[in-house]
């Protein structure tokens, strides 16, 4: 957990052990684990600026997107059944490439981003229940040729390094008996550029994020998303390997969102283009609504 500063800081021993006994006495959550962050009354939660719309910045450098609110209604949650209000949040901005070390090396207590659960990853990282199901496609210049990943022979696929989405891409050009050049970019927004620019024929990463993307280019109607879903993505919320407390936490915590009529707000919030939650959405959510 990370340290912070009291409100109070010369409050007097007996009274932080009295609010350390409390926690320790809440039923239903196991919080023992925090209650550093409940005297300091911090919490450091990382966030990816470049995951629209799980993720981002908005126009006021503000961590904003689905998993976001998320985890802002996970908190409220945990501000609740602890009795202390309001904990306050660092945000801590990660990439890529980051995100899993800063969660394990301690510099935040959770990842609010688009981070597909593996069990590769498993090894460095612990997960909450699922957040949401996605799966790797492809994004191309309408002019094009084709409408799918066999159409894309001889042509060049950029894809983010050392992601879910890169061995996806493998898999599917080797079982799909496909040649292509598999180009690999630090970035979505490099990805993007490089697409417009000519450079790639085709860009993959996870669909909803795609979509995002897309409406970030100079001409979104220049691009469309392939039909073909190349892989199988169950999205989750990092946090500390070994920590079950913090781990139960978040899970009581998302358990009483997904039965409560706030996760169709969040929901509609960020994805009301596409309708209501599909059958699969819906499946995830009640195998998210644990009993207590």
Do not use: H
């Amino acid at each position: 957990m990370m340290d912070g500063v009291s409100d109070q800081p010369d409050a007097a021993p007996d009274a932080a052990s009295a609010t350390a006994n409390r926690v320790r006495l809440l039923a239903g959550i196991a919080v023992a684990v925090l209650v550093a962050d409940i005297i300091t009354k911090t919490i450091a939660v990382a966030y990816r600026t470049d995951a629209l719309p799980f993720s981002f910045e908005d126009s006021d450098k503000k961590a904003a997107g689905y998993t976001v609110d998320l985890c802002r209604s996970i908190i409220g949650v945990i501000e609740r059944q602890i009795g202390v209000s309001p904990l306050q949040v660092k945000w801590v901005p990660v990439t890529t490439q980051n995100r899993f070390s800063t969660i394990a090396s301690g510099q935040a207590d959770m990842e609010c981003g688009a981070s597909t659960v593996t069990l590769g990853r498993m090894r460095e990282v612990s997960f909450s229940t699922l957040t949401f199901l996605d799966g790797t496609g492809l994004l191309v210049r309408r002019s094009t040729p084709g409408a799918s990943l066999l159409d894309l022979g001889g042509k060049k696929i950029g894809v983010i390094s050392g992601t879910s989405n890169e061995r996806a891409v493998a898999e599917a050009l080797k079982a799909q008996v496909v040649t292509a050049t598999v180009v690999p970019v630090p970035t979505r927004e490099e990805g993007l550029a490089q697409l417009e620019a000519g450079t790639i024929d085709a860009f993959a990463s996870d669909r909803v994020l795609l979509v995002g993307l897309a409406s970030r280019a100079k001409d979104p109607k220049s691009l469309a998303l392939l039909l073909d879903a190349l892989s199988y993505e169950p999205y989750a919320i990092a946090l500390p390997r070994g920590d079950w407390a913090m781990k139960q936490a978040v899970d009581a915590a998302l358990a009483q969102i997904y039965r409560s009529s706030a996760i169709g707000e969040i929901y509609a919030r960020w994805f009301s283009s596409m309708g209501k939650p599909g059958p699969v959405i819906e499946a995830m959510y009640g195998m998210g609504r644990l009993p207590e």
